[in-house]
């Protein structure tokens, strides 16, 4: 049971201190006075409602939110699910079976952003009478000139549905509505989410009996970090597409000749759609972090820990060739666990048995980022007399290489300029103010993103072809 000092807590612990990433959870109890607002940056966030401060929520608020104080850790969580039928490893979580491979059936493949195995999964549940009903991800506005979202989580009841939801959205969502939802329509229920989301509804269903009951099955996704609207306003602008006409955006567009990590955007208007491969868009290198929520520079779960079963890309040499895309996938559920056994069997989908290691291997970034040098940014919060949230791992001041010391403070700051420096944007209705503002802090970051001796280096070997270009036969060096 919660009270106007929980409410209160919550509110100068996590949302005051940047830390809501918008998940909703602490909206979805009766009688709850958040309600959840998009911010100017295009990023979701709950808002505590003065008039309703008062109201008796029947849950402990702080222990339903990921980054709330009290609640238990993605650890805690996983072993009271998952700990008689897997083995644990501390960068994956619980596993049961760890594959590469994808979804040899339909066009679960061809429309999914990867292997398609996030889409089958559900489609698998339902087709197979597991559950009722689907919580997914679909394209939900008609266009943004009523400020309406892109993207919303819904509830599908068909296959036909379900498919509708496949592909990446790198793109703010929220619980909230659709959990309410839930509540007030019976059935069984599986979800798919971030792996802080999925944390948000294992918290939920620790505490209302309701959605413990009817959330059957959690599917995540693996996660490096969420983007706010305004990373889709940004490509799209970039494509011609003003952001208050942008209506479509797909991030993950399959480029046949190009491996899988070459992917391109796709945005539209009205009146025109645009293709272009995705590097050759500012603010898409996923390390440089523009756009990102805060939330997600403390966050220590890669592999949605507490989730059931979890699918990610196979960011590995022998798949990442593959312009069709390769899923990484760890199971967790023995119901999802036998699924996946007899789908295999019956050809209907194409996996391999990969290590821990491997599976590892396949998010070596993200995991560095978010397991490695989240000590460092833990501890540069709290140097400076911040609240920080709960983690695993402690706050430190030593990271390894020096380098990435200086890596890390220009990524914090990279992540904080790009909300800023797109709201002048907008204000002056030029993409130039966002550009102009953070090119200069990027070619700071990629300059760091090397040791000295590397760089001095290759400044070395540039000197040095430029001395060779001036020796007749050697220009075309
Ligand atoms: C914000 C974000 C960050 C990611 N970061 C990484 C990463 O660092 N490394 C990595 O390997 N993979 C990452 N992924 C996962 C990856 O992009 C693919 O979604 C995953 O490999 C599944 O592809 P698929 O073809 O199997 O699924 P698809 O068949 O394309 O289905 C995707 C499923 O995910 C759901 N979905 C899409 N967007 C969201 C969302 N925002 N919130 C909740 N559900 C959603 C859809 O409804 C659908 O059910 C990320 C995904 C997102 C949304
Ligand atoms: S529960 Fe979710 S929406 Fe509420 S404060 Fe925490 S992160 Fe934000
Ligand atoms: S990085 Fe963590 S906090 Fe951010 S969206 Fe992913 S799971 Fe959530």
């Given amino acids: 049971m919660s009270n106007a000092n929980d409410y209160q807590a919550l509110n100068d612990t996590v949302i005051s201190n940047g830390y809501c990433v918008g998940c909703g959870a602490?909206?979805?109890?009766?009688?709850?006075?958040?309600?959840?607002?998009?911010?100017d940056y295009g990023q979701y966030e709950a808002v505590l409602a003065s008039d309703r401060v008062?109201?008796?929520?029947?849950?402990?608020?702080?222990?339903?939110?990921?980054?709330?104080?009290?609640?238990?850790?993605?650890?805690?969580?996983?072993?009271?699910?998952?700990?008689e039928s897997c083995d644990y490893d501390s960068?994956?979580?619980?596993?049961?079976?760890?594959?590469a491979g994808y979804v040899a059936e339909g066009?679960?493949?061809?429309?999914?952003?990867?292997?398609?195995?996030?889409?089958?999964?559900?489609?698998?549940l339902l087709d197979q009478g597991y559950v009722d009903h689907v919580i997914n991800v679909r394209p939900g506005a008609e266009g943004?000139?009523?400020?309406?979202?892109?993207?919303?989580?819904?509830?599908?009841?068909?296959?036909g549905e379900t498919q509708a939801g496949g592909k990446s959205r790198y793109y703010p969502v929220e619980l909230s509505e659709v959990l309410r939802e839930v509540r007030e329509t019976p059935g069984r229920y599986a979800i798919v989410g971030l792996p802080c989301f999925i944390k948000s509804v294992r918290l939920l269903q620790r505490q209302d009996p309701v959605l413990a009951e009817r959330i059957r099955y959690c599917a995540g996704l693996v996660c490096g970090h969420l983007k706010s609207t305004r990373y889709a306003d940004s490509l799209a602008w970039q494509m011609g597409i003003e952001p208050s006409r942008l209506e479509t955006i797909d991030f993950r567009v399959k480029n046949p000749s190009a491996p899988a990590n070459r992917y391109s955007t796709s945005a539209g208007s009205a009146d025109r759609q645009e293709v272009v491969p995705t590097n050759e868009l500012f603010g898409t290198d996923w390390g440089a972090g523009a756009f990102k929520y805060k939330a997600c520079d403390f966050c220590d779960d890669v592999f949605a820990e507490t989730a059931d079963i979890v699918v990610?890309?196979?960011?590995?040499?022998?798949y990442v060739e593959d312009s069709k895309g390769t899923n990484i996938i760890v199971t967790r559920h023995p119901d999802i666990q036998a699924l996946v056994d007899n789908a295999r069997q019956e050809q209907r989908l194409e996996l391999d048995d990969i290590s821990v290691a491997q599976a590892i291997q396949s998010q070596d970034a993200g995991l560095r980022h978010r397991r490695i040098s989240i000590a460092y940014?833990?501890?540069?919060?709290?140097?400076?007399?911040?609240?920080?949230?709960?983690?695993?791992?402690?706050?430190?001041?030593?990271?390894?290489?020096?380098?990435?010391?200086?890596?890390?403070?220009?990524?914090?700051?990279?992540?904080d300029l790009s909300h800023h420096a797109f709201?002048?944007?907008?204000?002056?209705?030029?993409?130039?103010?966002?550009?102009?503002?953070?090119?200069?802090?990027?070619?700071?970051?990629?300059?760091?993103?090397?040791?000295?001796?590397?760089?001095?280096?290759?400044?070395?070997?540039?000197?040095?072809?430029?001395?060779?270009?001036?020796?007749?036969?050697?220009?075309r060096l």
């Fill in 54 to 83: 008062f109201a008796r929520a029947s849950v402990d608020i702080e222990k339903v939110c990921p980054f709330g104080s009290g609640a238990p850790s993605e650890d805690q969580i996983g072993k009271d699910l998952f700990d």
């Fill in 91 to 99: 960068q994956v979580g619980y596993y049961q079976g760890t594959y």
């Fill in 144 to 159: 943004r000139e009523d400020g309406s979202m892109l993207f919303a989580y819904t509830v599908s009841r068909s296959t």
């Fill in 107 to 124: 066009a679960f493949r061809d429309r999914g952003s990867s292997g398609g195995m996030g889409t089958w999964i559900l489609n698998e």
């Fill in 377 to 415: 940014r833990l501890y540069r919060e709290q140097r400076e007399g911040r609240w920080v949230p709960p983690k695993r791992i402690s706050p430190s001041k030593h990271l390894k290489p020096r380098y990435e010391q200086k890596r890390q403070r220009l990524r914090v700051r990279l992540r």
């Fill in 26 to 39: 602490c909206a979805v109890p009766e009688e709850s006075p958040f309600t959840m607002n998009l911010n």
């Fill in 423 to 475: 709201i002048g944007a907008l204000k002056d209705r030029d993409l130039d103010t966002y550009l102009k503002a953070m090119r200069p802090v990027y070619r700071e970051y990629k300059k760091h993103s090397h040791s000295w001796m590397t760089r001095y280096l290759w400044r070395i070997k540039g000197a040095v072809k430029r001395c060779l270009r001036l020796v007749p036969g050697f220009q």
């Fill in 312 to 318: 990610g890309d196979a960011w590995l040499p022998g």
